[in-house]
């Protein structure tokens, strides 16, 4: 008994000790690795901020790029090369989407709080001006989006409500004018500078107030088909404009990101897994086979409206390609195939392809292959096909990454020079002098100021050369073998000047298809051009040699998606959306012109992609 | 005596009922206050004082046997720790001595006697392992519970304990992965309870007390290393015991059976119980198998040799006129022109025979005070997939002492596993090629397959430079050389316990375990191969995952006999602590073709570390009574405290209730039933409720590792959301059940019937992303099963020589998936989405979905074609199959003539749709007979167009037809439905799956006695002979046990879908067993 009664008794301590020590010794639910949201800070926070919405911007401006007309790909390429005659994919719609909430967005609610809890104001603006950066990248894409509820820290909230387009359109441009007040606030002596924190101006306040300027005046611009009156009405302002305009850059000012051919050990973390100080647009493009130009880029670079002077630019956008036997007779324009070789007869340029034909449909255009000692060929018994070799694909390479010994992608020895945005170290634009000219040309061309337009056409002309030449010296002081090729040699100052002097027309001739289709030379793989072109009703009188591509009218998945007489205006929701937030995006459906609610889910119409975002309807 | 004991137990009594007691148990308490009294009176009578002891036939004591005074409900004693007894009863008497497991005895009263309980081999009173190792008489449980020894196990034994159970009992489903050297196979016990990927739905595993991990993972991950669960096989860890040493596996099938448990059982509980040293003499004994393994030809899918490598090209002319069609050869797809050969039998040259050497030493036996098991084994196997295999070693040592009211036991298990694997059907994530398999599957049939080297050894390049490397599909024979990819597994599993026998009706028992292993996955990818550019010069990548897991508990059980009434409380606590490391480690991009972390730069090195940790305490009680043998209530509570849910929400409590009643006894005393017809009858029910935490550090949202951009160093938040106010899963079972037993107990039968609602889930669904976050840790959704099962087993023969043993098992489970969290109208499992086809669970819909398209019909069922005359389909996923079966089982039959034993296990199943994305692919690729069927025969289409208005089409292979506008020649048109279009109608893949396999065969002869006493040294010798998956019939082309991506998928898992892995074998084994 007396026994029992102290083993009863011993157990009873040893679970009293026991019980009193549990608490603590539960407490082991915080990861010992892994920081958490909460210890993270405001400066910490912005470098991946911009990483993330930069490549989101990017992925986009390719993806929409490829179905404005300039750029096309071979047969067997996929997506991006059925964009080019409007075959939309349910591919296309995610990744921008992704990174921008996921890698992006998610960090900026909690950088603002952060920011001005320690009155860093200068964080707290620039992230609101990257927020409306991202957001009117959303609303540019899909119409509406999860806005106020985005990102929220409700935990019980897994499917967030959408904005309209309008709600979006004016929290963005409402975004920057709060940006912009912030930035001239003066922060606290404790905070960290910009500089810590901000690799896209390195701590600029100026760029930064210049650039969110010029993103108002680019905003503001996109009302076009609204009625005049105050932006902050969701109006077209054209003095709102201008004034954005004046405080924006000025010559020689850009917010450019110089990208690197490094190998950094820093990768991105959503499924890409490549180094971050890549070019997003070579990762898309550069570094993948078979993209080519199109007969309407090349003509417009070659022969712009028909003034019959080569634009300096050609030479770098299109692509080349070192035959594989250097040329003897010293002919530099081929005159059977029309294209243009360099006096050394190492190199020829790469013609673009005709997508007034149907060739998709007959099985074109197709890549071409390179044999050890063979020539460069097309593998196809029709003869309609073995004209594809005239085409060069977009491909290059690079040092850092892929342990290429230069940026040029090599085939059987041989060589191809890839396209002056494409490449892994190419200039991303956020904002240039040379757009922001193109803009101040339409607003005064609109307002009958022939001369003011023409000269601020000229100027954007100049600037988007200069800012290639720019990029073009650069890689060539980093590497000097690379002059000896013609997409990388430096412009001439007699071609710029030639060009400017005879290729690109007078104050006397100057129309709007001009400065749109200058300005989308200078844009290359910008969403802004399918922009102008919905705000233009993709008219052929605006863009020049543009045209809907003919396989269009011959495909039914594509004639399905955008019925004849429609224009691919925007995207449809990705799976995501559709699969885990279906009930609020069928919600916001009644709020949407055109879209159909009879439907259980309106965004799933087979042509969805046809409905016009806010700022492209006439809904005021 | 007995008088003091019984006023102590009544005490004990009152505090009891003090916790939940019924009205029952209070009547008892008065029953016995007045047999107490009477009792007094018989005091006056003559009284013999009677001592002895209790043994079992091999002299064993018998502890807590009960001896009773015949007649007398209130006199009665339990025997002690050595089987002990006093007992003081009128002369004349007669005493009734009982034990569960043992039949009962009576013997007359005498100043000293010594009993022999005899083992009671009767299959209702036999006594069964229950929760907590307790073990208890089989009719006096409230819920199912399945026992199999291992004398069953042994029958059809492979490296994988959990594949000795397929076919023996109802609602336990056995899925064996693959039939790779080393891969796992899953287990699941009525049906999976939670939807979430990062859960296996699997039971969880007991070996002497201690849990036992039986996770299958690839350590490594898609974006470290391209490791994909998809991409290659898993083993299960359970595979890590050697299956010998094991001596009965329990199935706990509901939360009931299992609630003691706590968190980690809510989807059942298997008890492993390994050997134990007997007393008498050492025993050696030694157990040799070679095994020989193949793959049976007729379970390969089908290939055409009619169509070559290459495409059928139509050619135009400069005006865009259509000139003609011309064969290309410039395909990896077999879509060419009709070709003579020769043709090559590429999938059944590249599967070799396996063989396997399987052994066992051990060594066991015991004294009257203690016992020991020692023992080692060597398992050697080499897959049917060229340079794969499996190797383990094992050893075990389990002993026990008592001294004075002590047991101290401890066992140690080590055991080391090596596995060859190779890519199946996916590639490395990131890559363009594809697995092995999946090239095996669609290689071209007029191409060798073998040549994969040029003469002089370098690599054969199907295409020369027309592609670059990282654009090309690799030969698997170029695969299996040169993709290494292997595993090591280091596993250390241990135990200590004591017990103390107090009183004859009190013990206790502490026990402390360990199990802990090491599991190296690596990866050795030589230059060359199909692998991203940045690979190109070789990948090396070594991922260690390290588990630790301790634990503890204590229990305190007290078991008196009051009159007509067994009482029995059980009191314990418990806590767990696991922990894991992880450590990654990858490096490329060499500078000289030396694959190694020191031949390459330090930017071209990566590695990554995590740890997690998580505590659980649990502090549960368990109360049984029963009345007469007859009526049975066991009442349990639990409550947990874990480290992974918020504080305020860790604690929870949950409860259990079940009972018994043996019906029939009342009715034969009654002589209303003859016992010679029905035996015996139970009627049982069970209702219980359990509790589920989460993984560690789900309460809050992580960062990403901090990286450098551009100069900026910066971490966001990682993508998926922590939850700060999540709470516990709950899971709600019931179930009743019925045994009957007729004949004198030559025919059993048992049915049950359960429910069982796991709700408020804690999931991490794929979410808006629009949350900022990928997923998104949440309470949610409800998975209702619901299942019955029922076993007949009997004796149909029994004679003095020959014996038939056979017992068919058939069960059938309804899971669905329902109270969807907001704006989710699915969910999905990782990885498993081949085709037309994912692991889905549609809002609403069936748990084991199939997730597909479906072709657009009218009302009156037409297809809705397009402009050119071919189907339109849906732009949603929608429910397109259901992977669980309508119903299946195992019969299983056992002859015994003489020293012969003849085994027969037959397992069957009757629907239950499974993905053919084998034939999918090799459609897709021209490869698959059926390609070759329809390639050359006119298609028809028929259906309604966009009005409403019928259209029907042909096209002939070789006639020219204007589709989207160009011409075409009708080949192309029928191979562009085919294999875009046909696949819309994700059901063309499905079948739904009937199936009879015959699973094992074996007959073993076990030498007689006779033999074997003129050799000397030999106690038993047998021979067994034994075959597996001899005889299949299905009507799926193919084996239709299948899951695409291994055995850990969560989730739904990837049960159902055939998705070019390694095919299932059969084998004939040859096995010898000699005891010393």
């Keep these: 008994m007396k026994t029992i009664n102290k083993i009863l008794l011993c157990g009873l301590a040893v679970m009293g000790v026991t019980l009193s020590s549990c608490s603590n010794w539960l407490d082991v639910n915080v990861d010992p690795e892994n920081p958490t949201a909460e210890t993270s800070t405001y400066d910490g926070l912005l470098g991946n901020v911009e990483f993330y919405t930069n490549s989101a911007h990017q992925f986009a401006d390719w993806r929409t790029g490829q179905t404005t007309g300039d750029w096309t790909g071979c047969s067997g390429r996929g997506n991006y090369a059925n964009s080019s005659f409007w075959l939309p994919a349910n591919a296309w719609v995610t990744t921008s989407y992704q990174w921008w909430f996921v890698g992006a967005y998610v960090n900026i609610p909690q950088l603002i709080e952060k920011a001005e809890a320690a009155e860093a104001w200068h964080y707290a603006a620039v992230a609101r001006v990257i927020k409306a950066y991202g957001f009117m990248l959303m609303t540019d894409l899909y119409g509406e989006m999860p806005y106020e509820e985005a990102a929220g820290t409700d935990p019980s909230i897994t499917a967030p409500k959408y904005a309209t387009g309008k709600t979006i359109f004016l929290g963005c441009l409402n975004d920057i004018d709060d940006a912009l007040k912030l930035f001239d606030k003066e922060q606290s002596t404790a905070a960290a500078s910009l500089a810590v924190g901000d690799w896209w101006m390195n701590g600029d306040i100026g760029m930064w107030k210049k650039f969110a300027n010029f993103l108002k005046a680019r905003w503001i611009l996109k009302l076009s088909k609204k009625q005049a009156g105050s932006y902050l009405d969701g109006k077209y302002d054209e003095d709102a404009i201008l004034a954005a305009l004046n405080a924006s850059f000025g010559e020689g000012e850009n917010s450019v990101i110089h990208h690197l051919d490094g190998n950094s050990t820093t990768h991105d973390h959503l499924g890409w897994d490549e180094p971050v100080d890549y070019s997003p647009l070579y990762s898309v493009c550069g570094m993948n086979w078979g993209y080519l130009a199109t007969k309407m880029l090349y003509d417009n670079l070659t022969n712009f409206d028909g003034l019959g002077v080569e634009d300096p630019r050609a030479d770098h956008m299109l692509p080349w390609r070192e035959a594989t036997s250097p040329r003897t007779d010293g002919i530099t324009l081929d005159p059977v195939t029309g294209t243009k070789w360099t006096e050394n007869g190492v190199w020829y340029r790469g013609l673009g392809v005709d997508l007034s034909q149907p060739i998709f449909s007959q099985n074109g255009p197709l890549r071409s292959y390179k044999e050890d000692d063979g020539a460069w060929y097309v593998d196809t018994q029709t003869e309609a096909r073995k004209g594809d070799t005239l085409y060069v694909e977009m491909t290059s390479s690079s040092k850092g990454y892929a342990g290429n010994k230069d940026l040029l992608y090599r085939r059987g020895g041989k060589a191809i020079s890839g396209s002056f945005y494409t490449r892994v170290s190419s200039p991303t634009y956020l904002g240039t002098y040379a757009e922001a000219c193109f803009i101040k040309a339409e607003v005064l061309f609109k307002k009958h100021d022939q001369t003011g337009a023409f000269n601020a056409y000229k100027e954007g002309v100049k600037a988007s050369i200069a800012l290639m030449n720019e990029q073009l010296k650069l890689w060539v002081a980093e590497d000097i073998t690379l002059n000896d090729c013609p997409s990388f040699k430096p412009m001439d100052q007699a071609d710029i000047d030639n060009y400017i002097n005879n290729g690109i027309g007078t104050a006397a001739d100057l129309t709007l298809a001009r400065i749109l289709t200058q300005k989308r030379l200078h844009l290359m793989h910008s969403i802004e051009v399918w922009n102008d072109m919905r705000r233009y009703d993709f008219s052929e009188d605006m863009f020049l040699n543009w045209h809907i591509a003919a396989d269009y009218y011959v495909n039914t998945s594509a004639l399905k998606a955008i019925p004849e007489g429609k224009h691919l205006r925007r995207w449809r929701q990705c799976s995501h959306e559709l699969n885990y937030n279906s009930e609020n995006l069928k919600a916001i459906g009644l709020e949407v012109p055109g879209a159909d609610t009879t439907l259980d889910q309106w965004n799933n119409a087979d042509d969805v992609w046809t409905i016009p975002v806010w700022w492209d309807s006439d809904q005021q | 005596m007995y008088l003091t004991n019984f006023t102590k137990v ?483 599993t241990g135990n200590f316990s004591i017990k103390a026998d107090i009183t004859p009706w009190w013990w206790i028992q502490a026990r402390v375990g360990i199990d802990q292993y090491t599991t190296v996955n690596s990866n050795r990818f030589n230059p060359g191969g199909v692998m991203k550019k940045v690979w190109q010069k070789g990948m090396i990548s070594d991922n260690t995952l390290n588990f630790t897991y301790l634990s503890t508990n204590f229990i305190s059980n007290m078991n008196k006999q009051f009159g007509d009434f067994n009482l029995n409380l059980m009191l314990g606590t418990s806590t767990d602590d696991t922990k894991t490391i992880s450590d990654y480690k990858m490096a490329y991009m060499f500078a000289t073709p030396f694959m190694s972390y020191a031949n390459t730069i330090s930017t071209n090195k990566q590695f990554s570390h995590a740890v997690t940790q998580k505590r659980l305490i649990g502090v549960f009680g368990e109360f049984r009574a029963d009345w007469k043998n007859t009526v049975f209530l066991t009442v349990t509570g639990r409550n947990d405290w874990t480290s992974t849910l918020p504080v305020k929400n860790r604690s929870y409590f949950y409860p259990s209730v079940s009972g018994a009643v043996v019906f029939t006894q009342p009715l034969i005393d009654a002589g209303i039933i003859d016992e010679n017809i029905l035996s015996f009858g139970k009627i049982r029910a069970s209702w219980a409720e359990v509790g589920k935490d989460t993984s560690p550090y789900v309460t809050s949202t992580q960062l990403w590792p901090a990286g450098e951009y551009f100069g900026v160093y910066s971490a966001g938040n990682y993508w998926s959301k922590g939850n700060p106010i999540l709470r516990p899963e709950r899971t709600r079972s019931t179930e009743i059940g019925l045994e009957l037993s007729f004949l004198k107990n030559r025919l059993h039968l048992d049915y049950a019937y359960y429910t069982n609602d796991s709700f408020d889930q804690i999931l991490s669904p794929r979410t808006s992303q629009a949350t900022g976050y990928i997923f998104c840790a949440i309470n949610a959704g409800n998975v209702l099963n619901k299942g019955m099962e029922l076993t007949i087993s009997g004796t149909p023969v029994m004679t003095k020589d020959l014996t038939w043993d056979a017992s068919l098992n058939v069960s059938g489970n309804r899971g669905k998936m329902t109270n969807f969290p907001a704006g989710l109208t699915a969910m999905y499992v990782t990885d498993v989405q081949y085709g037309t086809a994912k692991a889905g669970t549609i809002k609403d819909g069936c748990f084991m979905g199939i997730a597909g398209y479906k072709w657009i019909r009218d009302n009156e069922g037409n297809v809705v074609l397009d402009k050119n005359g071919f189907p339109t389909h849906t732009g949603d996923y929608v429910e397109v199959g259901n992977r669980e079966a309508k119903f299946q089982g195992g019969f299983n039959n056992t002859l015994s003539w003489k020293g012969l034993t003849f085994n027969m296990l037959w397992e069957f199943r009757v629907g239950g ?164």
């Design chain 2, 10 to 492: 009544f005490c004990t009594g009152k505090y009891l009922a003090a916790l939940a007691l019924s009205a029952s148990l209070m009547s008892g308490y008065n029953v016995s206050h007045a047999a107490v009294a009477s009792s007094q009176e018989a005091v006056t009578q003559q009284l013999v004082n009677v001592s002895g002891s209790v043994v079992d036939v091999q002299g064993q004591p018998v502890p807590g046997a009960s001896v009773i005074q015949k007649g007398s409900t209130t006199n009665g004693t339990i025997t002690g720790a050595m089987g002990e007894f006093s007992i003081t009863v009128p002369a004349g008497s007669t005493l009734v001595v009982s034990c569960i497991g043992f039949a009962e005895t009576e013997v007359a009263a005498a100043a000293q006697v010594n009993i022999v309980l005899k083992e009671d081999n009767e299959f209702l009173s036999e006594a069964v392992v229950t929760a907590l190792g307790i073990t208890r008489e089989r009719k006096s449980l409230g819920y199912a519970l399945e026992e199999v020894k291992a004398e069953e196990l042994m029958k059809n034994k492979t490296a994988n304990p959990i594949n000795s159970l397929s076919g023996k009992i109802a609602g336990v489903n056995v899925t064996q992965s693959s039939g790779a050297a080393g891969s796992g196979a899953q287990i699941i016990l009525r049906g999976g309870t939670s939807s979430d990927e990062s859960r296996d739905n699997q039971p969880l595993f007991i070996v002497d007390g201690i849990i036992y991990d039986n996770s299958s993972q690839v350590v490594g991950n898609s974006a470290f290393d391209g490791s994909m669960k998809s991409a290659t096989t898993t083993a299960n860890r359970v595979m890590d015991i050697n299956p010998e040493d094991i001596e009965s596996m329990t199935v706990l099938k509901g939360p009931a059976a299992s609630a003691l448990y706590g968190s980690r059982a809510a989807n059942g509980v298997i008890l492993i119980t390994t050997k134990k040293g007997k007393e008498g003499t050492v025993e050696v004994n030694v157990s040799a198998k070679y095994i020989n393994n193949w793959v049976e030809k007729a379970s390969l899918p089908a290939v055409q040799n009619q169509f070559r490598r290459g495409y059928m090209q139509d050619t135009y002319d400069a005006d865009k006129n259509y000139t003609g069609t011309e064969f290309n050869d410039f395909s990896y797809n077999s879509w060419g022109d009709a070709y003579n050969g020769p043709w090559y039998d590429n999938i059944g040259n590249f599967f070799n025979n396996s063989s396997t050497f399987d052994g066992t030493v051990s060594i066991a036996g015991g004294t009257k005070n203690s016992n020991f098991y020692l023992s080692g084994s060597y398992y050697d196997q080499a897959g049917i997939v060229p340079e794969t295999g499996y190797q383990k070693y094992a050893f075990r040592f389990n002993g026990e002492q008592k001294y004075s009211i002590f047991t101290f036991g401890a066992s140690a298990a080590y055991s080391r596993a090596h596995t060859d694997r190779t890519l199946t059907g996916a590639a490395l994530y990131g890559s363009s090629g594809t697995g092995a398999l999946y090239a095996v599957y669609n290689w071209s049939p007029s191409d060798d397959m073998r040549k994969y080297l040029n003469d002089d050894g370098t690599r054969y390049r199907l295409f020369g430079t027309r592609l670059d490397p990282e654009d090309e599909q690799d030969n698997p024979y170029w695969i299996v050389n040169n993709n290494k990819m292997y595993d090591n597994t280091d596993r250390f």
């Design chain 2, 913 to 1076: 749709d499974v993905f053919n994305g084998t034939k999918y692919a090799m459609t897709a690729s021209g490869v698959s007979k059926f390609s070759g069927d329809f390639r050359n025969q006119p298609l028809t289409v028929e259906g309604v167009d966009s009005n409403g208005d019928p259209v029907s089409n042909t096209w002939e292979p070789d006639k020219v037809y204007t589709f989207n506008g160009v011409q075409k020649l009708g080949v192309n048109i029928i191979q562009d439905y085919y294999t875009n279009y046909y696949n819309y109608e994700t059901a063309n893949y499905i079948t739904s799956v009937n199936m009879l396999r015959l699973r094992t065969l074996s007959v073993t002869y076990d030498v007689p006695k006779k033999a074997l006493e003129k050799v000397g040294f030999l106690k038993r010798a047998s021979v067994t002979v034994a075959a597996n998956n001899l005889l299949l019939f299905t009507n799926y082309e193919g084996d239709p046990e299948v899951a695409a991506a291994g055995s850990g998928v969560g989730g739904s898992s990837s049960v159902g879908f055939d998705y070019c892995g390694v095919p299932a074998m059969s084998g004939m084994s040859f096995g010898v067993n000699l005891t010393f």
